[in-house]
């Protein structure tokens, strides 16, 4: 029995009806692709918090993007090689 799990990470929780859509085309997917007879798929939907996936390092890395600059140094990835 398949089983999708879907980790995302959002303020604020998906509408249930775009949770509803995904469900759907999951199903469809699997059902095509794997040939997944119709009421096998399992699936879950898990909302991390922001700051409990990479979104933690938002604080930082803006800290980081000012004081690199208020000191003249070019932030990561901005630098011509």
Known sequence: MP?????YAAEE????????A???EAVAIFQEVLGT?????RLVIHRLHPDESLGLLADDEAEAD???????AAPMGDADT
């Open 3 to 7: 089983l999708l799990e879907v980790l």
């Open 66 to 72: 000012t004081l690199g600059r208020s000191s003249g």
């Open 22 to 24: 995904f469900a759907r």
């Open 13 to 20: 929780p998906l509408p249930l009806e775009r949770r509803r």
């Open 37 to 41: 007879p119709p009421g096998r798929l």
